[in-house]
């Protein structure tokens, strides 16, 4: 079974301080995602990544930034956290096309619900 | 305009009922679709995926596309209190590219 992990469940963090989300997947993918889900507005993607040290924005990366040094590990980081940025956060893994029996599965972890007071 | 378009609901429908969930969408390029499940507190989980136009079916659930219509649906026979969970549907534009999810239904089945 594919499994994604995010080191926390639960954050709490202070307006301007920095904030570093992770996400570790055990299935060799090459790419990773992350997302915000906000109610009304569904998920969102912030950034994601192809491979290892390649990054590409997403839909709303303002404010946020990654990093991918190993091929598990695919890093969120709020440089300076804002109350905007109180939401949940998922990330994503999936392998490269063709190898999923034609399936563009992405699968993700539990979430990280970050709240920024 | 929001380039996929779901009702949030909540969708509530007795135990047994038939339930039909529907997004539509703007961009005819979209060629891939999918229905995710996500259980409260949980991350999505993949349930069905369909390529171009036409039906899909596994077990309970049937997932139509209507390319012409810009229109996808997932139906859901013999609803069980066990597919109370919020469904997110899902699209793609070339194989292997980002998807673009609706805002997700919230469906309620009562025992």
């Known amino acids: 079974d594919v499994k994604v992990t995010q080191s926390s469940r639960y954050l709490v963090k202070r307006t301007g301080e920095k904030v570093f989300l992770e996400c570790v997947q055990d299935?060799?993918?090459?790419?990773m995602f992350w997302y915000r889900q906000d109610p009304g507005l569904g998920l969102r993607l912030i950034y994601f990544s192809y491979d290892v040290k390649m990054k590409e924005k997403g839909d709303i990366p303002e404010g946020y930034s990654v990093s991918r040094e190993k091929k598990e590990r695919f890093s969120l980081i709020l440089e300076s956290a804002s109350t905007n940025q109180t939401s949940m956060y998922l990330c994503?893994?999936?392998?490269?096309?063709?190898?999923?029996?034609?399936?563009?599965?992405?699968?993700f972890g539990p979430g990280t619900r970050l709240t920024v007071l | 305009q929001k380039e996929v378009e779901q009702d949030p609901g909540p969708l509530s429908v007795p135990e047994g009922a038939i339930v039909s969930l529907n997004c539509t969408y703007s961009n005819s390029a979209f060629q891939y679709f999918m229905w995710y499940r996500q259980y409260s507190r949980k991350g999505p989980e993949l349930l069905m995926y369909?390529?171009?136009?036409g039906n899909k079916e596994d077990g309970r659930f049937t997932a139509q596309v209507d390319k012409s219509s810009k229109y996808i649906s997932l139906f859901i026979r013999d609803s069980q209190p066990s597919d109370s969970a919020t469904y997110l549907c899902?699209?793609?534009?070339?194989?292997?590219?980002?998807?673009?999810f609706g805002a997700g239904t919230i469906l309620r089945v009562k025992s």
């Open positions: 299935m060799d993918h090459e790419n």
């Open positions: 369909t390529y171009s136009s």
């Open positions: 994503a893994s999936s392998p490269p096309p063709g190898t999923q029996g034609g399936t563009d599965t992405q699968y």
């Open positions: 899902a699209m793609s534009v070339n194989y292997g590219n980002k998807l673009v």
